[in-house]
C-alpha cells in the first residue's frame, strides 16, 4: 500500500471529519503510518497537512509520519521504511526474509529495494537499487510490499554465508514456502546477480536434507555436511515411526534424542518401544532399516 488507491479517492471526496475518519483508515491499513505525497493525495492542502502534523503526525523519516504515536510495531517501521522510499519500494534482503519468517534480521538499517537512480540516503534505511525487477517478484505479505520468497533467497544470497543461506532454504521448505520452479524462473531471469551462483549451490546441496524441524536437526545435517557424509532424509516414515535421520540404502536410522523433548516417563519410554521396534525390522528379512 504504498500509493494512495480507492480509499484515498473517497477520502478526496470527503470533507472535515469524514476526511480524517478516512485519513485514519489509511493509516490503519498501513500499519500506523503514512507518507505526505499520500496526504497531498487525499486532498490535504500543504497548510492543512502542517495543523495535522502539529497535533497527530509525528515524523518518522523524511515525509512520513507516525500517526497519533511513535509507538510502531516492527512492521510499522518496516511500513515506514517502505514508503519513504517512494511509490514501488518494497522491503527486502534480511528484513524481508525475517517477514517471510525465514530469519531473524540483526542488522541495525531496514533493507528496502527501489527501482531507480537516486542516491539519498534515509537515516536507518539501507536501499539496495537494481536496474530493474519483475513484476514476480513483488508481493505484499501482511499488508507490507515486500520481494517474492524466490527474489527474497536470491538477495540474501548476496548477503549471507552460506551456512545461514543454507538455513534460510531449509527454513523455507519446513514452512512449505518453497517453490523451486519460480525459483528456477527467477534464476534463469537473474544472470549476473552475485546471488545465483551461492543460491544455486544452496539449493544443491540443501535438497536431500530438507525437512529439519529443530535446531538439532539443522545442527545434525551441518554435522554430516561438514563430515563429508551424505545427507540423510530427515523426518521419515519407518515401522509405523517417524524417524528423525534416514540412509536408506545403508539401512540406517539415527534418533536425535534431547533433554528438551525426551525428559517426561513417557517419552522414553515411547524411545524404547521405537527401538526395540526398529531394531526387529534390522533383522527381518526384508531388510528395514537398522536403528543406530
Not at 504515536?69 to 518496516?78: V, Y
Not at 533493507?111 to 537515516?123: E, K, L, N, Y
Not at 531471469?189 to 551461492?198: D, E, I
Amino acid at each position: 500500500m504504498t500509493d494512495v488507491g480507492p480509499l484515498s479517492a473517497a477520502i478526496r471526496r470527503e470533507e472535515g471529519p469524514d476526511r480524517e475518519r478516512r485519513l485514519a483508515e489509511l493509516a490503519t491499513c498501513q500499519r500506523g503510518v503514512i507518507a505526505y505525497r499520500q496526504l497531498a493525495s487525499l486532498g490535504f492542502a500543504a497548510g492543512a497537512i502542517q495543523r495535522v502534523r502539529a497535533g497527530r503526525l509525528k515524523p518518522l523519516h523524511k515525509g512520513v509520519y507516525a500517526v497519533g504515536h511513535r509507538s510502531l510495531t516492527l512492521h510499522g517501521h518496516w511500513m515506514a521504511a517502505v514508503l519513504a522510499c517512494g511509490p514501488g519500494a518494497m522491503l527486502s534482503h534480511r528484513d524481508a526474509a525475517e517477514l517471510w519468517g525465514l530469519r531473524e534480521s540483526a542488522a541495525a538499517a531496514i533493507d528496502v529495494t527501489a527501482i531507480g537512480r537516486s542516491r539519498h540516503s534515509q537515516p536507518g534505511i539501507r536501499v539496495h537499487r537494481p536496474r530493474s525487477l519483475h513484476p514476480e517478484d513483488r508481493t505484499i505479505r501482511d499488508g507490507i510490499p515486500v520481494t517474492s520468497l524466490a527474489r527474497t533467497l536470491l538477495d540474501l544470497a548476496e548477503v549471507l554465508n552460506p551456512r545461514q543461506l543454507d538455513h534460510a532454504v531449509e527454513e523455507a521448505e519446513r514452512r512449505r514456502l518453497l517453490d523451486l520452479r519460480a525459483i528456477e524462473r527467477l534464476l534463469r531471469r537473474s544472470r549476473g546477480h552475485r546471488g545465483v551462483r551461492p543460491l544455486r549451490k544452496a539449493l544443491a546441496g540443501q535438497l536431500p536434507g530438507l525437512g529439519a524441524r529443530s535446531e538439532l536437526e539443522r545442527r545434525f545435517v551441518d554435522l554430516c555436511r561438514d563430515g563429508g557424509l551424505p545427507l540423510p532424509a530427515l523426518n521419515t516414515s519407518v515401522e509405523r515411526f517417524t524417524v528423525d535421520a534416514l540412509w536408506p540404502k545403508e539401512r540406517l536410522v539415527v534418533e536425535l534424542d534431547s533433554y528438551a523433548f525426551h525428559r517426561t516417563r513417557k517419552a522414553f519410554e515411547g524411545d524404547r518401544e521405537r527401538d526395540a521396534v526398529l531394531q526387529l525390522a534390522a533383522t527381518a528379512s526384508c531388510g528395514s532399516p537398522t536403528d543406530s
